[in-house]
């Protein structure tokens, strides 16, 4: 049981640490998309799922 019990720690680690390099990874693709878009509504939209994935990111940060 201890021996199984580790490795589904450390799986869950790495499902953590991949959660939060998707959503840090989600984050700069809408930024760079906002950037390079002239809709003004369409670009704080997307910069506000931005802020969203990067808190998102840095919640799970902290639990790790």
């Known amino acids: 049981p201890n021996e199984t019990s580790a490795r589904l720690s450390d799986m869950r680690e790495a499902d ?3 959660e939060i390099a998707d959503l840090s ?3 700069e693709r809408c ?3 906002a950037a390079g878009i002239s809709d ?3 670009s704080d939209v997307l910069r506000s799922m931005a ?3 990067e808190q998102s ?3 799970l940060s902290s639990t790790d």
């Open 31 to 33: 930024r760079r998309l």
């Open 51 to 53: 802020d969203g994935y």
């Open 16 to 18: 953590v640490r991949d």
């Open 57 to 59: 990111a840095a919640r």
């Open 25 to 27: 990874t989600k984050a």
């Open 40 to 42: 003004r509504q369409a």
